[in-house]
């Protein structure tokens, strides 16, 4: 071959290279991500990060094989119907939906792209699937029934602060299953006899001010219910909390990491891990109608013992012995 046509074909190649590497990764299978939390939040990045080792278990790794498109609520449940569609029109492979308003966002979205919820309500009430085992249609994925242990929550607060005769309940009016969560707590109060006062807030404004309300009711305790704006708000309800000297129990571990009394409820690691898993089945060809929902049981009690010296609180020695992590 003469030099010159060397560096001609060489050229050529040099040349289309690019172009072909741009063809291999637009080629790659693309996840949607939607989820109503902030960009950001150290928490709602560490579910992404437990996704992300779903995936690898299935065989997936961003960015090899495999790529997400991120969008993010920041806490406002109205945006998800739009970030939804926008994904939908992309053409995603696979919807990873957290949370049930961005599950429902999704189902609303599409009846055709596979859904991979977490969802802390009834996936089928919410008219995600048509049952556990056989879900039906396009989405499936883990049920962390969290919003569901709200009277065990507010029974490990009372077995805390054992002289408590009133316990304030801060709800968010927006999330799908406010009534269920009302209901049950009030059901929880009634039966173990003492009082509760139900608050709701769903934003920074509405928080203030039920925090404003429980300053003038005086609770001895509160419980901050489950879900994901609460969650995603946690350090401002733990200065809050902190301010007027009032036990605090939440619904995520994050939440006593930061400064929260305790938290109890689901590993939001394990279920995002398990939707990773669910996701990768699903892109080597399973459908979700097949795949029967997962419902996790992995719970976690999370004690803040250096916030209960702070409130000068001691913690039963029973309470403590169930704890699955104490920190100090």
């Known amino acids: 071959m003469r030099r010159r046509e060397f560096i001609t074909i060489l050229g050529g190649a040099l040349a289309t290279w690019p172009l072909a590497a741009r063809a291999q990764q637009s080629a790659l299978p693309v996840i949607g991500?939607?989820?109503?939390?902030?960009?950001?939040?150290?928490?709602?990045?560490?579910?992404a990060m437990a996704f992300r080792a779903g995936l690898k278990d299935a065989g997936y790794t961003e960015g090899q094989n495999v790529a997400i498109d991120f969008r993010w609520g920041e806490g406002q449940y109205s945006r998800l119907p739009t970030l939804a569609a926008e994904l939908v029109a992309k053409r995603v492979d696979v919807i990873i939906a957290g949370g049930p308003p961005a599950a429902a966002a999704a189902k609303a979205a599409t009846q055709i792209i596979p859904i991979?919820?977490?969802?802390?309500?009834?996936?089928?009430?919410?008219?995600?699937?048509?049952?556990?085992?056989?879900?039906?249609?396009?989405?499936?994925?883990?049920?962390?029934?969290?919003?569901?242990?709200?009277?065990?929550?507010?029974?490990?607060?009372?077995?805390?602060?054992?002289?408590?005769?009133?316990?304030?309940?801060?709800l968010n009016p927006k999330a799908v299953y406010?009534?269920?969560?009302?209901?049950?707590?009030?059901?929880?109060?009634?039966?173990?006899?003492?009082?509760?006062?139900?608050?709701?807030?769903?934003?920074?404004?509405?928080?203030?001010?039920?925090?404003?309300?429980?300053?003038?009711?005086?609770p001895a305790a509160l419980l901050m219910g489950s879900d994901p704006y609460l969650l995603s708000a946690r350090k401002q309800?733990?200065?809050?909390?902190?301010?007027?000297?009032?036990?605090?129990?939440?619904?995520?571990?994050?939440?006593?990491?930061?400064?929260?009394?305790?938290?109890?409820?689901?590993?939001?690691?394990?279920?995002?891990?398990?939707?990773?898993?669910?996701?990768?089945?699903?892109?080597?060809?399973?459908?979700?109608?097949?795949?029967?929902?997962?419902?996790?049981?992995?719970?976690e009690l999370v004690i803040n013992l250096a916030t209960a010296k702070k409130l000068g609180l001691a913690?039963?020695?029973?309470?403590?012995?169930?704890?699955?992590?104490?920190?100090e």
């Open 178 to 218: 406010f009534d269920a969560q009302s209901k049950d707590v009030r059901e929880a109060a009634r039966v173990g006899g003492f009082n509760v006062i139900v608050l709701s807030a769903a934003s920074a404004k509405e928080i203030d001010e039920a925090f404003t309300t429980f300053a003038q009711a005086r």
């Open 315 to 327: 913690i039963p020695s029973g309470v403590l012995a169930i704890a699955d992590e104490v920190i």
């Open 237 to 299: 309800l733990i200065a809050l909390a902190a301010h007027q000297s009032i036990p605090a129990m939440f619904s995520g571990r994050a939440a006593a990491v930061d400064g929260g009394l305790m938290s109890y409820g689901i590993s939001f690691a394990d279920a995002y891990r398990q939707a990773g898993i669910y996701v990768g089945r699903v892109l080597k060809g399973e459908k979700p109608s097949d795949l029967p929902v997962i419902r996790t049981t992995k719970f």
């Open 116 to 170: 991979i919820f977490t969802s802390g309500d009834d996936p089928i009430k919410l008219g995600l699937v048509a049952s556990l085992s056989r879900p039906g249609g396009n989405a499936t994925g883990v049920n962390l029934f969290d919003n569901e242990i709200e009277a065990k929550r507010l029974g490990v607060l009372r077995d805390v602060v054992q002289s408590a005769t009133t316990i304030g309940v801060l």
């Open 33 to 47: 991500w939607l989820n109503s939390g902030p960009a950001g939040d150290p928490l709602f990045m560490s579910f």
